[in-house]
């Protein structure tokens, strides 16, 4: 055990749970009822969160197991806490400004701060990137999930949009 916990680091660690939890979440929507009257069961949508939830899980353990061999002893990597904490904060007013904003809106306006927030553009073609994101994720996103996927997304009562 002593051998397994020096290899992996808290990354790892974190993976390793991570995959464990989703695995097992994944494994309990066999369960679900289905509904006669959507042809998309109740099922549909948390197998595919917990699907990328376990990739990103592995990736999480590849990659900590690959950086701990090519980093020197003794190389810490900064952390920005206050970065996380304006993240929480930004994702808390967008989760408050969705039922007045609407969903579009909403997260056009999360999105493009939210890319901002973490990398600052500085350049022109940056900024322009980061609005074609937020664009693309807003107002691509919709048409998906209300067409094809039979999911409702909330739309403003102040926009009405």
Same mark, same amino acid.
């Given at each position: 055990?002593?051998?397994?916990?020096?290899?992996?680091?808290?990354?790892? +660690?974190?993976?390793?749970?991570?995959?464990? +939890?989703?695995?097992?979440?994944?494994?309990?929507?066999?369960?679900?009822?289905?509904?006669?009257?959507?042809?998309?069961?109740?099922?549909? =949508?948390?197998?595919? +969160?917990?699907?990328?939830?376990?990739?990103?899980?592995?990736?999480?353990?590849?990659?900590?197991?690959?950086?701990?061999?090519?980093?020197?002893?003794?190389?810490?990597?900064?952390?920005?806490?206050?970065?996380?904490?304006?993240?929480?904060?930004? $994702?808390?007013? =967008?989760?408050?400004?969705?039922?007045?904003?609407? $969903?579009?809106?909403?997260?056009?306006?999360?999105?493009?701060?939210?890319?901002?927030?973490?990398?600052?553009?500085?350049?022109?073609?940056?900024?322009?990137?980061?609005?074609?994101?937020?664009?693309?994720?807003?107002?691509?996103?919709?048409?998906? $999930?209300?067409? =094809?996927?039979?999911?409702?997304?909330?739309?403003?009562?102040?926009?009405?949009?």
């Amino acid at each position: 055990m002593l051998r397994l916990r020096e290899r992996l680091g808290r990354d790892a +660690v974190a993976g390793l749970v991570g995959l464990v +939890v989703s695995v097992w979440l994944f494994a309990l929507t066999w369960g679900m009822p289905k509904s006669p009257f959507v042809p998309i069961g109740p099922d549909f =949508y948390p197998r595919i +969160v917990l699907a990328v939830t376990a990739l990103l899980s592995l990736w999480l353990i590849a990659t900590d197991l690959t950086t701990r061999r090519r980093r020197p002893p003794g190389d810490v990597v900064a952390r920005n806490y206050g970065l996380v904490a304006l993240t929480f904060l930004a $994702f808390g007013l =967008y989760v408050l400004a969705l039922p007045g904003l609407g $969903f579009r809106i909403a997260t056009l306006l999360f999105v493009a701060g939210l890319q901002v927030l973490l990398d600052p553009p500085r350049t022109w073609p940056r900024r322009l990137t980061v609005a074609a994101v937020a664009l693309v994720v807003s107002f691509g996103v919709f048409p998906v $999930f209300e067409r =094809y996927l039979s999911v409702l997304l909330p739309r403003g009562t102040w926009t009405g949009f």
